[in-house]
């Protein structure tokens, strides 16, 4: 499930941040400028993946009407 992947992820880095803090330690720059592309480049992709889908279902419909008359 989609919805289950992304909590685990949310989680996963929800985490990884707590732990990084609690010792201490620094991120590096870099990593965290990567991470935040990364982001963005997924919700770009989820919204395209999106905008496909929804595209699809309406040219199944007009297709759909089409062939019925």
């Keep these: ?3 289950t992947l992304h909590r685990m992820k949310e989680t996963y880095w929800t985490t990884k941040q707590a732990v990084i803090k609690k ?3 620094k991120e590096d ?3 965290v400028a990567s991470d935040s592309q990364l982001d963005a480049k997924l919700e ?3 919204a ?3 905008s496909s889908m929804e595209l699809l ?3 199944e419909r007009y297709q ?4 019925g008359m």
Excluded at 64 to 67: E, I, M, Q, S, V
């Design 48 to 50: 395209i993946q999106r």
């Design 57 to 59: 279902r309406v040219i």
């Design 44 to 46: 770009v992709f989820k």
């Design 23 to 25: 010792l201490g330690k």
């Design 29 to 31: 720059e870099h990593v």
């Design 1 to 3: 499930n989609t919805s």
């Design 64 to 67: 759909d009407r089409l062939c």
